[in-house]
């Protein structure tokens, strides 16, 4: 559009703009090179790697193989991420005691050994895409630190703009969350 305009001083009638729209949309369709838009973390099967996108300006990833990771630029990596209500991730870092997923499970009130290791399994498939994953269910008594365990987890595996969602006990309610 804008090259029409510098190179006519017009604007493009909106019926050929519909039709060049149309007709970008079949060459992407059938002509284009596809490849599959993911969210916030996937692999790569070729490469046995994990790719986590850091939701930076940069557009920066996270790349996991078997070996070590990495922070990548985006531009030449076999993945292509799109983006909703994402908030960056912490860039991760090299320095850090032996012992941080111990003490990040310490942070969520949990003091049954066995829910910790539950946790802990919970915390390592999250990031890791084409599994099935269990759904997590905390229960408790009121003030228990529920919604706060939620949080946490969520905040620091994939932020969002949405922090918490209550299913609604009202089916109307439901339908419109």
Not at 16 to 33: P, R, S
Not at 132 to 145: D, T, V, Y
Request: proline residues 5%; hydrophobic residues 35%.
């Amino acid at each position: 559009i804008k090259s029409h305009y510098d190179n006519t001083g017009k604007a493009l009638k909106s019926e050929t703009l519909n039709q060049v729209c149309d007709l970008l949309q079949a060459k992407a369709t059938y002509d284009g090179n596809q490849r599959d838009l993911q969210l916030r973390c996937a692999y790569d099967k070729e490469s046995n790697t994990i790719y986590v996108d850091l939701t930076n300006k940069a557009w920066q990833m996270i790349k996991i193989n078997k070996d070590d990771w990495s922070i990548e630029e985006s531009e030449n990596m076999p993945i292509l991420f799109t983006r909703y209500s994402q908030l960056p991730l912490i860039e991760p870092s090299r320095e850090y005691p032996d012992d941080i997923f111990d003490q990040f499970i310490d942070l969520l009130n949990i003091t049954n050994e066995h829910d910790k290791i539950l946790s802990k399994c919970y915390m390592a498939t999250i990031l890791i895409s084409g599994i099935p994953k269990p759904i997590l269910i905390l229960f408790g008594e009121q003030g228990a630190a529920k919604t706060s365990y939620n949080e946490i987890v969520k905040d620091t595996f994939d932020p969002s703009a949405i922090r918490t969602l209550v299913i609604p006990r009202d089916n109307n309610q439901l339908i419109q969350q």
